[in-house]
């Protein structure tokens, strides 16, 4: 197979969650033990960190990668799902995985892929374990795919777990109440592991305190540490956003910048900074000019994309993957301050959604573009325009994100804001989110989370 043929192999053969949803979700580890002893336990031949929660654990491993790399480290970097090409997903000092390799490690291993009939997540998991183990990572940073106890990220046994934010998404899968959610997150502690949790929300920090203390796992809550707040909104020009950082009360890394944007990062870096001071104490030299540079470089370092990304100017055109009622509601928060005479948004999103609970989240005075992206999960731009309409959106659908977005761009003024966003997967099907040819565009690579 060609590397378009395998992708087909594993999109088509393979259940895979975040085109069909629940269908592609195994509980348990079976499979995922199966592979990794096939293939001679790659997961036992590098260190790693665990990164589990709601929101924030897609920039928090792409900070904490950052940094590493700053500091000197080879650093692996698993994360999910992917924009525009799957080798996104697993990178090695922020270099994508390569084609061919892909193409090699499919075809060589498909035979057993036939026997054991792993799902998409499994097998993207044994295929970034066996290529961090080949490359002889210092360290990987490793994201979970969905939950914890039974994400198939969850045979390593890392140096540290890091916990973030802790709210309400694919409860049919994890519980409908917040502690149930948090078990299944904690279900990523292991006997005698630090583990970091990033925000000390009332609701679910008993059940961390409990599984901590079964595991006999030192247990830090990093907004007790760390605090993080930004002085001044984004740099348009450069992307960075100014943050006051303390560290049990006092100054910390005075005049910090961070190259991600969004207002919720001040809610991630408590949890990154205690992580990286748990690595530290297990010998890693992490030098203060590391993390400067970690924090200010994070979208050049390891490519990330799709975060508060400003991707024009006059209008301005912002993008951000922010889906669920935490997540959304605060990139809502942030755009209402950005100087606009009308806000233009662009949404979409997919069929497992709580939609009437997103819909309350979006401005009434907003004019609406509905599109949906182009996988099987999506849900139909015209049932999203009426459910839209019925709640006193104003809007109609477009056949596509592209058209979508370019109706936005076209009746919108200069003094205008231009919002896409609603999931991921309209997220990737922006096409100047990757373009870097010319000035409105080169804001995508530096104002991302």
């Known amino acids: 197979m060609n590397y378009a043929e395998t992708l087909t192999y594993l999109y088509e053969q393979l259940p895979m969650f975040q085109r069909v949803g629940a269908a592609g979700f195994k509980k348990g580890l079976g499979n995922t033990l199966a592979l990794a002893e096939a293939m001679q336990h790659p997961e036992r031949k590098f260190r790693s960190v665990h990164v589990a929660g709601t929101n924030g654990k897609g920039s928090s491993s792409h900070l904490l990668a950052a940094t590493l790399q700053a500091a000197g480290y080879k650093v692996g970097l698993y994360t999910s799902p992917h924009l525009r090409e799957f080798t996104e997903r697993i990178r090695v000092n922020g270099q994508e995985l390569g084609r061919e390799y892909l193409v090699e490690w499919v075809a060589h291993w498909k035979t057993l892929f036939e026997k054991i009939q792993p799902s998409f997540f499994e097998m993207c998991v044994a295929l970034a374990f066996s290529y961090f183990a080949e490359q002889r990572v210092d360290v990987a940073i490793v994201e979970v795919g969905l939950g914890g106890r039974f994400d198939s990220t969850n045979i390593i046994t890392p140096l540290v777990s890091l916990i973030t934010n802790i709210s309400y998404d694919h409860q049919a899968l994890l519980g409908n109440t917040l502690p149930e959610i948090a078990g299944e997150k904690a279900g990523i502690i292991k006997p005698g592991v630090p583990v970091v949790v990033s925000q000390s929300q009332p609701e679910v920090l008993g059940v961390f305190e409990r599984e901590a203390a079964t595991k006999l796992a030192h247990l830090l809550i990093a907004d007790q540490i760390y605090q993080a707040t930004f002085t001044a909104e984004p740099d348009l020009e450069t992307g960075l956003r100014p943050v006051a950082i303390t560290q049990h009360g006092r100054p910390y890394l005075p005049n910090a910048e961070l190259g991600l944007p969004g207002d919720y990062q001040q809610q991630n870096l408590p949890g990154v900074l205690a992580t990286l001071d ?127 977005v370019a109706a936005a761009r076209a009746a919108a003024n200069p003094d205008d804001v231009v919002f896409v966003g609603g999931s991921t997967f309209v997220v990737a099907e922006v096409d100047e989110l990757y373009l870097t040819g010319n000035e409105d565009s080169k804001a995508g690579y530096k104002s991302v989370r």
């Open 278 to 404: 748990e690595l530290r104490a297990l010998g890693f030299r992490i030098t203060e000019a590391a993390v400067r540079t970690g924090l200010r470089q994070v979208s050049q370092l390891t490519g990330l994309l799709g975060r508060w990304s400003i991707i024009g100017r006059r209008p301005l055109v912002v993008c951000d993957t922010g889906h669920n009622a935490v997540g959304l509601g605060a990139v809502m928060a942030q755009l209402r301050r950005v100087p606009h005479q009308r806000l233009h948004l662009v949404i979409g999103t997919v069929n497992d959604k709580d939609v009437a609970g997103m819909l309350a989240l979006l401005p009434s005075e907003g004019i609406y573009y509905f599109c949906a992206a182009h996988i099987p999960r999506a849900l139909p731009a015209e049932d999203l325009a009426q459910q839209a309409t019925n709640l006193g959106l104003n809007g109609r659908p477009y056949g596509s994100v592209a058209e979508a």
